[in-house]
């Protein structure tokens, strides 16, 4: 059974950063693109940011595109999103998934998701 571990969520003020990481185990991070979704509550899961399997193309969802950027250690087998100038509405949890490599293009849609981590709350609040 696959596995991802997503960590690093935790209670920040606005204006603060956080950074995510998804390790997997059972299986190595460089055969998928990568993305990361995250659910309010009472909305529906979206798609935040994706990087691609092996050039590290990225893509970012308009409300955080430059504030947010992922990266990826496949040394580490990990992936991480780095955030920045949080702000009260990323409060959500965030999850991360894999994506078949040739589905990047829509990677941000969870429709295309193979497999989910459980997910880890960030909440942003002063």
């Known amino acids: 059974q696959l596995q991802l571990v997503e960590s690093g969520g935790g209670l920040v003020q606005p204006g603060g950063s956080l950074r995510l990481a998804c390790a997997a185990s059972r299986f190595t991070l460089d055969r998928y693109a990568i993305g990361w979704f995250r659910q309010a509550p009472g909305k529906e899961r979206e798609g935040v940011s994706c990087?691609?399997?092996?050039?590290?193309?990225?893509f970012y969802a308009d409300s955080v595109k430059g504030r947010f950027t992922i990266s990826r250690d496949n040394a580490k087998n990990t992936v991480y999103l780095q955030m920045n100038s949080l702000k009260p509405e990323d409060t959500a949890v965030y999850y991360c998934?894999?994506?078949?490599?040739?589905?990047?293009?829509?990677?941000?849609?969870?429709?295309?998701?193979?497999?989910w981590g459980q997910g880890t709350q960030v909440t942003v609040s002063s």
């Open positions: 990087i691609s399997r092996s050039d590290s193309r990225t």
């Open positions: 998934a894999t994506v078949p490599p040739l589905l990047f293009n829509v990677c941000v849609s969870p429709s295309v998701v193979d497999y």
